[in-house]
C-alpha cells in the first residue's frame, strides 16, 4: 500500500501536470489569435506532452492501489505578450514543475519508497528536455529580436513539432 504522503503528492503533482496542460493550451489560443499558427501548433504539442504526464501519474497511482483525487484546476495567465514573454513565462513554468518533481523524489526518498523514485527517474530526465526545449525557443527568439521575417521563419518551422500520437494516453 502506498503512503498516504506519497499518495497526496502525486495527486497534487497530477493537478500540476494538467494546470500545465490547460496553461498551453491558452498560450495556444493566444497564438492563434495573434496570427503565430505555428507557435501555436508548437504549444498544442506541448499540451499533450503534459497531458501525458498527468496520465502516466494517474496510472502509476492506480497501479500502487492509491486513491485518485482530482482538484481545481487553476485559470491559466490571459495577458500574454509577445513569444519571447510567453516563452519566458513557459520557462518559469518548467522550472516551478522541476521543483515540484524533485521534492516529490524527496519524499519518495525519506519515506524509502523505492518504486516511486524509479518511476519519477522518467520525470527528472523529462524535466532536463522540457526546460532545454523552452531555452532553445528563447535563443532564437532572442536572436530573431524584431526581424518580422526572421519571427515568421521561426512559426513555420514551430509549424512542424509533431507529437506521439499515443501520447495522451500516458502509456
Ligand atoms: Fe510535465
Ligand atoms: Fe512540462
Known amino acids: 500500500m502506498i503512503d498516504p504522503k506519497i499518495e497526496d503528492a502525486i495527486n497534487g503533482q497530477i493537478n500540476q501536470e494538467l494546470t500545465a496542460a490547460y496553461s498551453y493550451l491558452a498560450i495556444a489560443a493566444h497564438f492563434e489569435k495573434t496570427n503565430l499558427s505555428g507557435f501555436a501548433n508548437w504549444m498544442h504539442q506541448q499540451r499533450l506532452e503534459e497531458l501525458d504526464h498527468a496520465m502516466k501519474l494517474f496510472n502509476y497511482l492506480i497501479d500502487r492501489g492509491g486513491e485518485i483525487k482530482l482538484q481545481a484546476v ?8 509577445g513569444p519571447l514573454d510567453v516563452f519566458k513565462l513557459a520557462l518559469g513554468m518548467e522550472q516551478n514543475n522541476t521543483k515540484s518533481i524533485n ?14 523514485q524509479s518511476h519519477l527517474k522518467w520525470f527528472i530526465d523529462e524535466q532536463v528536455e522540457e526546460e532545454k526545449s ?12 524584431d526581424d518580422r521575417s526572421a519571427l515568421l521563419v521561426l512559426n513555420q518551422q514551430m509549424g512542424s513539432r509533431q507529437g506521439d500520437p499515443a501520447a495522451v494516453t500516458g502509456e
Open 74 to 81: 487553476e485559470n491559466p495567465h490571459k495577458d500574454f505578450g
Open 103 to 116: 521534492e516529490l523524489y524527496r519524499l519518495a526518498t525519506d519515506l524509502n519508497d523505492y518504486a516511486t
Open 134 to 145: 523552452m531555452e532553445d525557443v528563447i535563443a532564437m527568439l532572442e536572436l530573431a529580436g
